[in-house]
């Protein structure tokens, strides 16, 4: 018998599970009344003898016919109701308000949305400001280098003008329709005030930062305009779009004399090539001069050698840029910034030349030093090349369209100068480096490794 060998218990267990197949499974082969009655298929329960009991299969037993069972319904899915994500915030723009003030004289001064003109507060003297709706910004375009002074509301108080920022951004303590503004001990100029309610400003705010700590690139230029006119795309290809520290160092200052409106146009043409880092000037006003020995008496060799050199220190740079040594257009004080700043650049890393900011920031060796139209090592930059920061636009449009800002210039015949002229403003000379010439020559880094030298 088959079953020989098996024990007694786990003969139960599998016998069970042949009488179970062939109940389920009978149709599948019909056996015989005798066959079936001849099977005796021993059985135990599990607490009696094991070799005693026995089940015997009934005669005739018909075959068993499966039916299908009935396909049930499909259960329906339930309706997915999605949980939205919570949306990032966007701050809304915020809206200009109409300010007014309670010294009748200065509201077609203050108000008038031209920097050409301007009001003067007296000194000690307060004016109260009404808005007429809540801000909670004041932006503020001083025509004088500003002084501190404070804002009042209701909320609290607000010093201003320490920053030493033409064009100042003010957040109030709370959402106000009256301030009020308490001048300085001395007699300061105001072009205009602004007023914004709160949500995002709109982009010609500007919203000023300190002069970069260290920087990538140093550009001296002797006048404001000229970053852009000699100096092309520059600016906006190394600075916003490439995201290289460009700090920008003038030679004249812009703050003094009969044609301080140059200054905002200075601020404004740099906010629109992307800077939002504060430049720094001279103490020096621009004047006209003849001759190469009159500029060097007027503004003096040394200071200017002196500031370029202090500003190398600052600054740290990687690459210094300076004009065209024939001053572009024989521009006396283009040609005396190209020359002091042949002298500066190896004399700010020797620390017996100009020991003052020498102790105060150190000494530094630039490793790359480029003039403007220098014959030797020359180098053509790429302004043609559309820039994502800018939407597209070109570093050359961007140049221009900054220029442009500089509203009291269009009248003279100066432009951002391209390919084709005389002072192009691709063109450029390497003529010191401590990282070897350029092979590529069409990048102010190249085989600058920032890494290397911070």
């Not at 001053?327 to 283009?334: K, N």
Request: a negative charge.
């Amino acid at each position: 018998m088959f079953t020989k060998g098996i024990p007694s218990g786990k003969k139960y267990i599998l016998f069970s599970f042949l009488l179970t197949s062939a109940l389920l499974f009978g149709s599948c082969g019909k056996r015989s009344a005798e066959s079936a009655a001849s099977s005796s298929i021993p059985v135990t329960d599990s607490n009696s003898d094991l070799s005693s009991p026995v089940i015997t299969m009934l005669e005739n037993t018909p075959p068993v016919t499966l039916s299908p069972l009935p396909s049930p319904s499909p259960t329906p899915l339930p309706t997915f109701t999605p949980t939205p994500s919570p949306l990032p915030e966007v701050l809304k723009d915020c809206e200009q308000a109409v300010l007014t003030s309670d010294s009748g004289a200065l509201n077609s001064k203050l108000f008038d949305d031209n920097f050409m003109t301007f009001g003067t507060l007296t000194g000690g003297s307060h004016i109260k400001l009404t808005s007429n709706r809540p801000v909670d910004k004041l932006y503020i375009v001083w025509n004088d280098h500003p002084l501190s002074c404070s804002l009042y509301t209701s909320a609290g108080s607000v010093e201003i003008g320490s920053t030493g920022f033409m064009h100042e951004l003010v957040c109030l303590p709370e959402a106000t329709t009256s301030i009020s503004l308490n001048a300085p001990s001395e007699d300061i100029g105001v072009c205009d005030i602004y007023a914004f309610t709160e949500g995002k400003l709109p982009d010609w705010v500007q919203v000023w930062e300190p002069p970069h700590e260290t920087a990538d690139i140093l550009l001296f230029s002797t006048h404001s305009d000229d970053e852009f006119i000699f100096f092309g795309g520059i600016i906006p290809s190394y600075g916003k779009e490439k995201g290289y520290r460009v700090q920008l160092a003038y030679m004249t200052s812009p703050y003094i004399g009969s044609e301080r409106y140059r200054c905002h146009e200075l601020l404004n043409g740099l906010w629109t090539a992307g800077v939002t880092h504060y430049p720094v000037t001279t103490g020096a006003r621009d004047r006209g001069q003849k001759t190469l020995e009159a500029a060097k008496n007027y503004y003096g060799y040394d200071n200017f050698m002196k500031f370029q050199v202090e500003q190398i220190r600052r600054f740290r740079p990687l690459v210094v840029l300076g004009h065209d040594l024939n001053g572009e257009y024989g521009h006396t004080a283009h040609m005396l910034g190209a020359l002091t700043l042949k002298d500066a650049v190896p004399a700010a890393a020797d620390s017996s030349k100009y020991p003052e900011s020498a102790k105060l920031y150190g000494i530094w060796d630039t490793p790359k030093f480029y003039l403007h139209l220098y014959g030797k090592n020359p180098t053509v930059l790429d302004y043609e090349t559309p820039l994502k920061a800018f939407g597209g636009k070109t570093a050359f449009q961007v140049a221009m369209e900054s220029y442009a800002k500089h509203l009291s210039q269009q009248r003279w015949s100066f432009t951002v100068y391209t390919f084709g002229s005389p002072v192009d403003s691709h063109r450029f000379g390497l003529v010191r480096s401590l990282v070897g010439d350029d092979i590529k020559k069409k990048d102010l880094m190249e085989n600058i490794s920032p890494e290397a030298f911070r």
